[in-house]
Structure formats: structure tokens, C-alpha cells
């Protein structure tokens, strides 16, 4: 049965192959549609940007600090964003050197790349629309560089008027880095 399968499998996979050997346009389409990617990713980074370097400039702090954080380690996910830039156009470099499976596989490493691309434009639209929160406590949650936890914390220790229900929400969180750290240290000899 296993056998089977298997075969099914390279069946499928040599005919989109053969599919994919008569389609020479298909590396200017992915190349197209990753542009486009680009094209709405970066003015919406050069807005959100600006409106962070504005308050911190402005000495309008309140999370000013935590957010550009944020953005760029949790909304825009800059390192992993240049791997999806990279999964989306490399592949196609390669496309004229290659055949059969390898451009299956091309396709689908730049399809990835689409994919995740196209969630960090979807996660850049809930930020904008208002579920800033939400990707605060995400952050804040996630948080493992040490360097950064002061920073973030003050940003968020110096703000006037938060919300009851958030500080809980932000006290809790920081109580719960606070003992993982504690059992950690305890840990270490």
C-alpha cells in the first residue's frame, strides 16, 4: 500500500513537472506577484516607522519604545522577512538551469515565500486597524533577548494611563518572565 502511494506521489509530481516544462512564463509571474508583495509592504513600513520615530522624537513615549519593537521583530518579522524575499525570487534564478522536479520544487519554496510574506502584510493590517495589543502581549510573551527586556519594560513601566484590565494583562505577563527566569537561574549551578 505504501508502494502504492509512493508511485501516486511521483505520478503527480511528473506530471506537474511536465506542466511545469511548458510554462516559461511562470518565473515573471512569481516575480510579479512578489513585486506586488514588496510594492504594499514597504510604503506601509514607511508609515508605521515614521508615526514610531515621530512620538519618540515628540517625547510622546508612551509605548514608543515597545512598539518599534514590535514592528519590527513581531508585525514585520524583518529577519524572516528577507528569508521569504529570498524564497520567493532565488528560485527563479535557477529556472532556466533546471527541469522536472527541481521546478516543482522551485515553485513551491517560492509559493512559500508568498504565503508568508503575504501574513506579514496581514499582521501589518490588524496592527493598523487597531489590534496593537494584542501583538504587544504576543511580543512581550515571546520575548527572549535579555537585552531587550529592560527597554520594552520601561516602555511600558513609564506610561501614564493604561487601561486597568491591559496592566493586569502586562503585569502578568512580566510576573511570568520574571519566575521562568528565577526557576531558570535556580537551575544553573
Known sequence: MIYININTIRKIINSISIILEKLDNLPNIVQGIGIALLT?????????????????????IEFANLDLHVILDHVFKIKLLLLYVILIFSPMFLWEISSGPYRFI????????ICFTSKIILDVYYWTKGSVLKFRFSYLEKLKKYKDFEVVWHSVWQTVNINTQNEREFFEIFSSIIDRLLENHERKP
Not at 522551485?106 to 515565500?113: A, D, K, N, R
Open 106 to 113: 522551485e515553485i513551491v519554496l517560492s509559493i512559500i515565500g
Open 40 to 60: 504594499i509592504l514597504i510604503p506601509l513600513a514607511i508609515a508605521i516607522l515614521s508615526d514610531i520615530y515621530q512620538k519618540r522624537k515628540d517625547q510622546k
